[in-house]
Nanobody, 118 residues
């Protein structure tokens, strides 16, 4: 069973930066796609950024220019560097691993809390 865990959240002030990390246990496969989602107060869960095994990256519009996702080669260790944080970035940040090989699977971590105060 793959275990997904996040770390790096915390309490910061507006304009500060945070680096979140996601580690998924086990082997990495070419079908793996790792994404950061967030659950902010009053909103539905939304995708922040996603990276596949080959390094192709997609960002949500609100993340472009402020957040950077990176993946360690041949490992399902993914980081999310967040800069210029705003109060609206407050929420729980969750890591998701999806794959179709060797079997279809969808794994979530428990999340890490990010709180941005003014």
């Amino acid at each position: 069973q793959v275990q997904v865990s996040e770390s790096g959240g915390g309490l910061v002030q507006t304009g500060d930066s945070l680096r979140l990390s996601c580690v998924a246990s086990g082997n990495a496969y070419s079908s793996d796609v790792v994404a950061w989602f967030r659950q902010t107060p009053g909103k539905e869960r939304e995708m922040v950024a996603v990276v596949n095994h080959y390094g192709t990256i997609v960002y949500a519009d609100f993340a472009k220019g402020r957040f950077t996702i990176s993946k360690e080669r041949n490992r399902n260790t993914v980081h999310l560097q967040m800069t210029s944080l705003e109060r609206g970035d407050t929420g729980i940040y969750l890591c998701n691993l999806q794959r179709t090989y060797p079997s279809t699977a969808d794994y979530w971590g428990q999340g890490t809390q990010v709180t941005v105060s003014s």
